[in-house]
């Protein structure tokens, strides 16, 4: 069956901490991916995909994703995380004609 | 002006009501979606149309039903609701590319307490 699981329901960090939000998926063939972020009272914006190609893939707003297959992840990071990063975080998948989402991460940031 | 806009923000209704969502995009995307989201559980899919003559349920969709009015518009109707209905509700557009789906564009989202 399809998945995505994100391990971590929350997780804290100090500013300027690197920052890795972990993503695991179960689909049978060529994935297509997605990091989604929601800030607080606000919809969610894609930050990053993965269609094929590059397994590095960049996204807005510093983050950057690595889509590896033998571990079936697909892991979001950030060098240095930022106050206004605080957020949830969803790593979704693309199904049969529809996206299946994560639970998501709560991101805390310490100042 | 957002790209993806719904009505209302919030919404305080009484068990045994019927209260409808409304959601409009300005993107020309064919592909509409509804999903609800409570905490701990993420995102789930409560009805897709991929057109104005296509409505799909997706994997919660007992308790609501939908209404597809334009290729803009795309409404969401909970004919009675009851308390375990109070979510947050996303709309969101995609525009196809190939044979798979492109990114997702949400709403604001739309606030809903059921007493």
């Known amino acids: 069956a399809q998945s995505v699981t994100q391990p971590d329901i929350h997780i804290t960090v100090s500013e300027g901490a690197s920052l890795e939000l972990r993503c695991n998926y179960s689909?049978?063939?060529?994935?297509?991916l997605f990091w989604y972020v929601q800030s607080p009272g606000q919809g969610l914006q894609l930050l990053l995909k993965y269609f094929s190609g590059d397994t590095l893939v960049q996204g807005i707003k510093g983050f950057e994703a690595e889509f590896k297959r033998s571990q079936s992840s697909f892991n979001l990071r950030k060098p240095s995380v930022h106050w206004s990063d605080a957020a949830e975080y969803f790593c979704a998948v693309e199904g049969t004609y529809k996206y299946i989402f994560g639970t998501g991460t709560r991101l805390k940031v310490l100042a | 002006d957002a790209d993806v806009t719904q009505t209302p923000r919030n919404r305080i209704t009484k068990t045994g009501k019927r209260i409808m969502l409304e959601c409009s995009q300005t993107k020309g995307h064919d592909r509409m979606y509804w999903y609800r989201q409570d905490p701990g559980l993420g995102l789930r899919l409560i009805y897709y149309s991929f057109d104005v003559k296509d409505i799909n349920k997706g994997e919660i969709s007992d308790g609501y039903s939908v209404s597809r009015q334009a290729q803009a518009k795309f409404s969401l109707s909970l004919e009675s609701a009851i308390p375990n209905q109070t979510a947050l509700y996303f709309c969101?557009?995609?525009?196809?590319?190939?044979?798979?789906?492109?990114?997702?564009?949400f709403g604001p989202g739309t606030r809903l307490l059921v007493l």
């Open positions: 689909y049978g063939a060529t994935p297509y």
């Open positions: 969101a557009t995609s525009d196809p590319s190939s044979a798979h789906l492109e990114t997702q564009y």
